[in-house]
């Protein structure tokens, strides 16, 4: 289904984006922002515990909204936070790195909850290749950053999510419409 498509790439960019932040983090912000390794690694942690709150949330707001409107508000905010990561110093950047992990939450979940809906007479076969493309997009855009970042520096290297979300966001954003029709056509069959 060609919308399909639009979910399986908006996934491959997301969920590479969210294993970069969890790989290379750290490295970034000692790195680039010249955070201490203390103060990285606990930016870290809240990312991880952010991942955890932020998948509670967007359970409970999944009951008041649409799987599409949760993935495109994630997308938004994924998407500034991380420019602000990239682009801000000190606190700001260890503060917007620690908060990204509530942005990247309920991305992938949220996907997997509107596959099974669009899809529930080929949810196996929907599910396995929306979790495939999110493997290859941690595959291909963990090495794209430490590609660049071997070309260059990991401040540069960590450019690819940042361009990664936006891209995942525009492409989002452009069929949001087409998608949450669709979203709300198979809730009612």
């Known amino acids: 289904h060609g919308k399909f498509k639009i979910v399986l790439l908006v996934n491959f960019l997301t969920m ?3 294993i970069v932040v969890m790989l290379f983090g750290t ?3 000692v790195g680039a922002k010249h955070s201490s390794l203390a103060e990285a690694s606990t930016a870290l942690s809240i990312f991880s515990i952010g991942i955890v709150f932020g998948r509670m949330a967007c359970s409970k707001l999944s009951l008041i909204t649409g799987s599409t409107t949760i993935v495109l508000s994630l997308l938004w905010l994924q998407s500034i936070i991380l420019l602000l990561t990239w682009q801000g110093s000190g606190v700001l950047a260890l503060t917007a790195l620690a908060v990204s992990g509530f942005t990247f939450s309920g991305t992938y ?7 099974s809906s669009l899809f529930p007479k080929r949810d196996g076969i929907s599910l396995g290749m929306l979790s ?9 855009l963990c090495w794209l950053t430490g590609f660049v970042a071997g070309l260059s520096n990991i401040g540069t290297g960590f450019s690819v999510t940042v361009v990664a979300c936006f891209l995942g966001l525009v492409i989002f954003q452009i069929n949001y419409r087409a998608l949450s029709k669709w979203e709300k056509q198979s809730q009612k069959a």
């Open 16 to 18: 590479g984006s969210q």
């Open 109 to 115: 979940p949220t996907l997997l909850a509107l596959t």
């Open 132 to 140: 495939t493309t999110g493997g290859l997009g941690s595959i291909v």
């Open 27 to 29: 490295i970034f912000l």
